[in-house]
T-cell receptor, first 114, second 114 residues
Framework: AQSVTQPDIHITVSEGASLELRCNYS??????LFWYVQSPGQGLQLLLK??????LVQGIKGFDAEFKRSQSSFNLRKPSVHWSDAAEYFC????????????FGRGTSLIVHP | NAGVTQTPKFRVLKTGQSMTLLCAQD?????MYWYRQDPGMGLRLIHY???????AKGEVPDGYNVSRLKKQNFLLGLESAAPSQTSVYFC?????????????FGPGTRLTVL
């Protein structure tokens, strides 16, 4: 079975600073990987996803993520954070075979200081 | 095109009461899911459906039942509510292509059981 770990419960950054949110997964084969964002009081919105091919994935809102098989990681990055990026971020991993049901991490809360 | 909608948005129940949460999607998606979100726990899958008339258990199915009588609707029932079921419930849907299709989430239902 697949699993995903987000080591950081909270991350605080200053507006304009760079951001990296960590995600580590466990799965025996090539995983499907996702990052979602949840603004307060809202549902989840997909930022980006990785299935195969280029290990650097571009997403919406200026985010990208790099799949590193050797480190079992899929970290989310943004070069310059805006105050509106303050939200909860979830990494998810899905299996590459059978009935696809993604498993979500516990989330990382991003706090942005002005 | 409303996407995924959930009814109701808020609900307060007393222990032992029953209720049904309704999820509707207008994207003709095959897959539908019910998750619960608790602080520090991320999203946990309750039940899911891979098509009209089918349902399957997820990670935390106890105390819940579901039905998918119509392709566009996925109902989550609580027969005898308990305080441990206080949570925010999210419905999601996705297409039948497990490689490329994204999960789309509803806005959530906040349930409190007293």
């Amino acid at each position: 079975a697949q699993s995903v770990t987000q080591p950081d419960i909270h991350i605080t950054v200053s507006e304009g600073a760079s951001l990296e949110l960590r995600c580590n997964y466990s799965y025996g084969a090539t995983p499907y990987l996702f990052w979602y964002v949840q603004s307060p009081g809202q549902g989840l919105q997909l930022l980006l996803k990785y299935f195969s091919g280029d290990t650097l994935v571009q997403g919406i809102k200026g985010f990208d993520a790099e799949f590193k098989r050797s480190q079992s990681s899929f970290n989310l990055r943004k070069p310059s954070v805006h105050w509106s990026d303050a939200a909860e971020y979830f990494c998810a991993v899905g299996a590459s075979g059978g009935s696809y049901i993604p498993t979500f991490g516990r989330g990382t809360s991003l706090i942005v200081h002005p | 095109n409303a996407g995924v909608t959930q009814t109701p948005k808020f609900r307060v129940l007393k222990t032992g009461q029953s209720m049904t949460l309704l999820c509707a999607q207008d994207m003709n998606h095959e897959y539908m899911y019910w998750y619960r979100q608790d602080p520090g726990m991320g999203l946990r899958l309750i039940h899911y459906s891979v098509g009209e008339g089918t349902t399957a258990k997820g990670e935390v199915p106890d105390g819940y039942n579901v039905s998918r009588l119509k392709k566009q609707n996925f109902l989550l029932g609580l027969e005898s509510a308990a305080p441990s079921q206080t949570s925010v419930y999210f419905c999601a849907s996705s297409g039948g292509d497990v490689v490329t299709d994204t999960q789309y989430f509803g806005p959530g239902t906040r349930l409190t059981v007293l």
